[in-house]
């Protein structure tokens, strides 16, 4: 299985190191904000433990973050709540109802290019500013199964390995159509893929021994 030093919910983790300094890039936009308190952020398929890591939704009143998952959670902030939504179907919010939509290595996770389009639009619609950040499908270490090009292999040999070893955050999973249904569950990006789905965006590049690790789109007003 994973090792500590790459198991993303280890606080010292590398995976945590990254997430770090690209929320101080984050920290950056956020501070020139021009809104009314307090800034409103959805964060896309977020959690709680995330923002409080960042040290970010502690004793700020400044802000209230709103998750959005499939399935709602407790939580502990009172500027922080948890709500049952679909990242493909954002219509329930009104045009520019956020200051921030944020998502952090989310709209991966999303089976088909069309679900991630669907996503793309709702966020750039729903939010006055957006922050989308997503590995790069051309990074050679697959950052979900930690397998050096994982992500290039055909889809059944994928599935193979899903199935019967396990890797990285995975367990062996036993079941073949769960396996299946996993792998058909992500599909990385590459940067030209995330400019086509914010064309009006800019690109923050997180580079890693001379390789781009991970792709964020980001429109903030001022920026």
């Known amino acids: 299985m994973i090792s500590k030093k790459l198991n993303p919910r280890?606080?010292?983790?590398?995976?945590?190191?990254?997430r770090e300094k690209r929320f101080k890039f984050f920290l950056s936009l956020f501070e020139n904000i021009k809104s009314d308190k307090p800034v409103r952020i959805l964060d896309?398929?977020?959690?709680?433990?995330?923002?409080?890591?960042?040290?970010?939704?502690?004793?700020?009143?400044d802000v209230h973050i709103t998750l959005l998952n499939l399935t709602q959670v407790p939580t502990k902030y009172p500027n922080l709540v948890s709500i049952k939504g679909d990242a493909c179907?954002?219509?329930?919010?009104?045009?520019?109802?956020?200051?921030?939509v944020f998502s952090n290595s989310v709209i991966e996770h999303l089976y088909t290019k069309e679900n991630q389009q669907k996503m793309a639009n709702d966020a750039i619609?729903?939010?006055?500013?957006?922050?989308?950040?997503?590995?790069?499908y051309y990074f050679p270490i697959e950052p979900h199964w930690i397998?050096?090009?994982?992500?290039?292999?055909?889809?059944?040999?994928?599935?193979?390995?899903?199935?019967?070893?396990?890797?990285?955050?995975?367990?062996?999973?036993?079941n073949k159509n769960e396996a299946r249904r996993l792998v058909?569950?992500?599909?990385?990006l590459t940067e030209k893929e995330m400019k086509a789905l914010f064309p009006g965006g800019k690109v923050y590049r997180e580079i890693f021994m001379g390789f781009k690790k991970s792709v964020a789109m980001y429109q903030f007003t001022g920026n």
Do not use: C
């Not at 896309?44 to 009143?61: D, L, P």
């Not at 179907?89 to 921030?100: G, V």
């Not at 619609?125 to 790069?136: A, D, E, F, L, S």
């Not at 058909?184 to 990385?188: A, D, G, M, N, R």
């Open 10 to 18: 280890n606080q010292t983790s590398i995976n945590q190191k990254f």
């Open 44 to 61: 896309i398929g977020g959690e709680e433990s995330y923002w409080e890591r960042m040290n970010f939704v502690q004793n700020n009143e």
């Open 89 to 100: 179907d954002l219509s329930e919010f009104k045009d520019k109802e956020f200051d921030i």
């Open 125 to 136: 619609r729903i939010g006055k500013n957006y922050y989308v950040q997503t590995p790069n």
């Open 147 to 174: 397998f050096p090009g994982f992500q290039f292999l055909p889809f059944n040999t994928r599935v193979f390995l899903t199935h019967h070893f396990a890797l990285g955050n995975f367990s062996k999973i036993t």
């Open 184 to 188: 058909s569950e992500i599909s990385l």
